[in-house]
């Protein structure tokens, strides 16, 4: 009831990835290059892996779906690429990768998830299924996967049944190899698709590096030597070079350099903001109408508001927007999350054209602050050294000797713990990596966990910012 009172469909600070369709495509901002550089890489040469990098929470999984719906519909997007010529399946359902998988756990999750995905092709467009893929779609959608000691199963449901088996040589549509690759064909031979995108998933999870190398290691000669099968890797930063360091053979599947996504800039954030207002906002005249009579109680309940404002606000205004993506250190589904969560709390403190005041805005940003830092243990242990860092701003490892440390890559150890923890961010600036002070330091500095200063150091930038 919240975001209809306030005049939208829905939360307009959703922190989901934007969908694979028109709204969650348009939505996407600032990233018109990398668009046009993933669809040139993807699909100048026959290499087939692509690497996205970016930091949590950047918008690197809603930029591969925007990637996907463009190069399955075109139309309608103006780019620079002359490679907009071919229609490709997106990857609705990812391959979400463990530390265990293995050529055969590997080959379950992928025809499952091509399975899923030209299946819901059909659902969307509402075309006809061929026998050819119907066959596939109404055994393999069936699937679960189960793990046990003894490595991945899978159960098969059908017509009140249950059958379960590790073996597939006695049936080819059972061999989950041989029915991805048979499936591919028949949606190449009997659909207007050119090939397929597959979206690996939760890379980011593993807790060695060196395992996800070796998995894609295993099944490179057996999955990546397809022309009509797009693989994307999603990833921090710098995924790419440690594939290439630790397989010479592996790296040469990737398709162009690594696309790193960067920080969108304030205005661009805003813009987006922006467009998510305008996409969301009610249309239906019944849901109008009770916005209207809302809008109506709330001007009543505001001693001297005696006219009704009916327009549409966004619940925030652009300078708590700022100061709300500059706490986050950029981060946009951290940005996302702060902002619903203020506007939900809030509620009470909303003027009577439905916007928060900023000043209730800051004060629930302390409390948030407050929240997120609870959960921090040891705080004592390293409240001096990340006070350094926070007073600094940056700092790199050739600065070893200010905090105490005898060489440098002692303190690059340390630096990379921190970061590790989420305390600090990293990022190159010629050549030389720099870390600074992570949105959770900024929320120790807000709540004084961190060294005296600090706190005035925080408290004035915010300030600041809702005078501006």
């Not at 991805?180 to 890379?203: A, C, H, K, R, W």
Request: net charge positive; aromatic share 12%.
């Amino acid at each position: 009831m919240i975001w209809e009172n306030l005049g939208y469909k829905r939360n307009i600070y959703f922190i989901e990835p934007l969908s694979i369709d028109d709204l969650g495509t348009s939505l996407l901002c600032g990233r018109d290059n990398e668009i046009s550089q993933f669809i040139d890489d993807c699909f100048s040469d026959n290499k087939c892996l692509k690497v996205i990098g970016g930091d949590v929470g950047i918008g690197k999984t809603s930029f591969v779906n925007a990637c996907q719906f463009i190069c399955y519909k075109p139309k309608g997007f103006k780019l620079a690429s002359s490679y907009l010529n071919k229609k490709i399946l997106p990857s609705y359902k990812k391959v979400e990768l463990s530390d265990r998988d293995d050529i055969n756990s590997f080959s379950l999750k992928s025809v499952i998830s091509l399975t899923t995905n030209i299946n819901t092709h059909f659902m969307n467009t509402g075309e006809k299924i061929p026998h050819s893929i119907k066959d596939y779609i109404d055994y393999w959608t069936k699937v679960r996967l189960k793990t046990s000691s003894g490595g991945l199963g899978v159960q098969v449901a059908s017509f009140g049944m249950s059958y379960t088996s590790n073996t597939y040589e006695s049936q080819e549509m059972r061999d989950p190899l041989t029915a991805f690759y048979q499936l591919l064909n028949n949606i190449l031979d009997e659909t207007d698709l050119s090939g397929v995108f597959m979206l690996l998933d939760n890379i980011d999870t593993f807790k060695r590096e060196i395992n996800l190398v070796r998995i894609l290691d295993e099944i490179r000669d057996s999955f990546f030597t397809s022309d009509n099968i797009y693989w994307i890797l999603v990833g921090q930063k710098g995924l790419g070079q440690l594939i290439s360091s630790q397989s010479r053979r592996l790296g040469g599947y990737l398709t162009g350099q690594e696309i790193t996504l960067q920080k969108l800039q304030p205005k661009v954030f805003l813009y987006a903001i922006e467009k998510r207002e305008k996409s969301l906002r009610l249309s239906n005249e019944s849901d109008l109408k009770t916005f209207r009579e809302n809008r109506k109680k709330i001007a009543k309940s505001k001693k001297g508001k005696l006219d009704v404002d009916y327009t549409i606000y966004p619940p925030l205004d652009d300078t708590t927007h700022t100061m709300i993506y500059e706490f986050t250190h950029f981060e946009l589904r951290e940005t996302f999350k702060i902002c619903s969560d203020t506007t939900i709390r809030a509620q009470e403190y909303v003027k009577a054209n439905g916007q928060l005041l900023s000043e209730h805005a800051f004060n629930y940003l302390i409390e948030y602050s407050d929240k997120m830092t609870s959960t921090i243990y040891d705080i004592n242990h390293y409240k001096g050294f990340l006070s350094k860092i926070y007073r600094k701003r940056e700092v790199s490892n050739s600065e070893y000797k200010k905090y105490g440390y005898k060489t440098a890559s002692g303190f690059e150890s340390v630096l990379r713990k921190f970061a590790h923890k989420g305390l600090l961010l990293s990022r190159t600036k010629d050549k030389i990596k720099l870390y600074e002070a992570s949105w959770i330091v900024e929320a120790m500095a807000l709540c004084n966990l961190l060294d005296e200063g600090c706190n005035q150091l925080a408290y004035a930038k915010y300030s600041d910012l809702l005078t501006n």
